[in-house]
């Protein structure tokens, strides 16, 4: 048997190491001076307990919700989901919630994705949209009540006079 020996290539500096090691004897944490908590997790996972300072159930953010032509300031829960800000702006702009379009970060947002999962914080803005194609059946059915276009089964015709 053959055994091989280990080389140095570099020189440890001892005063570097030393600080190094009084920093993980304190906790990892020498700036907040205090104890880290501990939790085990279902998996059996020992992780670092997560304090906040806020309870996540009653946290409340307020959003800014803009729509072509005004702007709206809505107060509510993080927990919440995007469903249930639509049935807050059907509220407020009158447009009923299977109408509304909701984009966040450039994304359309679905009903039941929730904003603290999704990322929303205090403060950050939402698109609000009409679906076009439910803005574009309102104009065929004011177009059909006025007599320019007739609406036979679901499909369209137009009158044309010669």
């Given at each position: 048997m053959i055994k091989l020996r280990c080389k140095k290539l570099f020189r440890s500096n001892s005063k570097v190491a030393s600080t190094k090691a009084a920093a993980a004897a304190s906790?990892?944490?020498?700036?907040?001076g205090g104890e880290i908590k501990w939790e085990l997790?279902?998996?059996g996972m020992l992780v670092q307990k997560r304090?906040?300072?806020?309870?996540?159930e009653e946290s409340i953010i307020t959003l800014t919700v803009s729509?072509?032509?005004?702007?709206?300031?809505i107060s509510i829960r993080a927990?919440?989901?995007?469903?249930e800000l639509k049935m807050i702006l059907a509220i407020v702009t009158g447009l009923e919630p299977k109408e509304q379009r909701l984009l966040y970060r450039g994304k359309e947002r679905e009903d039941y994705e929730y904003l603290h999962?999704?990322?929303?914080?205090?403060?950050d803005k939402v698109l609000l949209f009409e679906?076009?194609?439910?803005?574009?059946?309102k104009l065929l059915n004011l177009a059909a009540t006025s007599g320019r276009v007739k609406v036979i089964g679901g499909s369209t015709?137009?009158?044309i006079c010669v």
């Amino acid at each position: 048997m053959i055994k091989l020996r280990c080389k140095k290539l570099f020189r440890s500096n001892s005063k570097v190491a030393s600080t190094k090691a009084a920093a993980a004897a304190s906790g990892g944490n020498a700036k907040l001076g205090g104890e880290i908590k501990w939790e085990l997790r279902p998996g059996g996972m020992l992780v670092q307990k997560r304090e906040c300072v806020e309870n996540d159930e009653e946290s409340i953010i307020t959003l800014t919700v803009s729509t072509v032509s005004q702007w709206h300031d809505i107060s509510i829960r993080a927990t919440s989901s995007f469903g249930e800000l639509k049935m807050i702006l059907a509220i407020v702009t009158g447009l009923e919630p299977k109408e509304q379009r909701l984009l966040y970060r450039g994304k359309e947002r679905e009903d039941y994705e929730y904003l603290h999962m999704v990322g929303v914080k205090d403060k950050d803005k939402v698109l609000l949209f009409e679906d076009p194609a439910i803005k574009e059946r309102k104009l065929l059915n004011l177009a059909a009540t006025s007599g320019r276009v007739k609406v036979i089964g679901g499909s369209t015709y137009h009158t044309i006079c010669v």
